[in-house]
T-cell receptor, first 116, second 114 residues
Framework: AQKITQTQPGMFVQEKEAVTLDCTYD???????LFWYKQPSSGEMIFLIY??????QNATEGRYSLNFQKARKSANLVISASQLGDSAMYFC?????????????FGTGTRLTIIP | NAGVMQNPRHLVRRRGQEARLRCSPM?????VYWYRQLPEEGLKFMVY????????ESGMPKERFSAEFPKEGPSILRIQQVVRGDSAAYFC????????????FGQGTRLTVV
């Protein structure tokens, strides 16, 4: 079974500061993928970044980077130079790579509020 | 290249009616996943389908809920005899064949049971 834990229900961050959203996971799959999604107040789920468990380097996408520490089973999302438009719910998710275990398992989310 | 398309965006049903939610995956995607999100909660997995096959339905309620992904046409999530507790946002995601690929979500269908 897979499990995602997000321990920060809410965060307030000053605009232009960097922010780290925590995510730890548990799985018995030897190969898996880790995802972050953003859900603004409008409700859609926006894919942000993906990290494969065997990727040697941490994933980066613009202002988003994933701090992947495999031994600690953590996959924290780092947003640099935060903007007001970053205010949203953020979900960490994982998916196994074995047949039949490909569903995404989500954490409970972190509500990020950027303060002007 | 259109994204994952879900319709309707909003659906209102009276208790006891049927709800049909549709999901057209991205072009080239053969895997479809349905998720339910209750207010102020995360997404809960319901069912994973490939064309004409249900791969994993471990998250589907045993009664009233069914899903299909026919050879032609969209995937359908069907809820029979809806109750107030079915009110939620239902999201569909699709991905390409192969595991090291992102799953992209539709905009969701917000079901309200009155």
């Amino acid at each position: 079974a897979q499990k995602i834990t997000q321990t920060q229900p809410g965060m307030f961050v000053q605009e232009k500061e960097a922010v780290t959203l925590d995510c730890t996971y548990d799985t018995s799959d030897p190969s898996y993928g880790l995802f972050w999604y953003k859900q603004p107040s409008s409700g859609e789920m926006i894919f942000l970044i993906y990290q494969g468990s065997y990727d040697q380097q941490n994933a980066t996408e613009g202002r988003y980077s994933l701090n992947f520490q495999k031994a600690r089973k953590s996959a924290n999302l780092v947003i640099s130079a935060s903007q007001l438009g970053d205010s949203a719910m953020y979900f960490c998710a994982m998916r196994g790579h074995n047949f039949g275990n490909e569903k995404l398992t989500f954490g409970t989310g972190t509500r990020l509020t950027i303060i002007p | 290249n259109a994204g994952v398309m879900q319709n309707p965006r909003h659906l209102v049903r009276r208790r006891g009616q049927e709800a049909r939610l549709r999901c057209s995956p991205m072009k080239g995607h053969s895997h479809v996943y349905w998720y339910r999100q209750l207010p102020e909660e995360g997404l809960k997995f319901m069912v994973y389908l490939q064309k004409e096959n249900i791969i994993d339905e471990s998250g589907m309620p045993k009664e009233r809920f069914s899903a299909e992904f026919p050879k032609e046409g969209p995937s359908i999530l069907r809820i029979q005899q809806v109750v107030r507790g079915d009110s939620a946002a239902y999201f569909c995601a699709s991905s390409q064949q192969g595991m090291n690929t992102e799953a992209f979500f539709g905009q969701g269908t917000r079901l309200t049971v009155v």
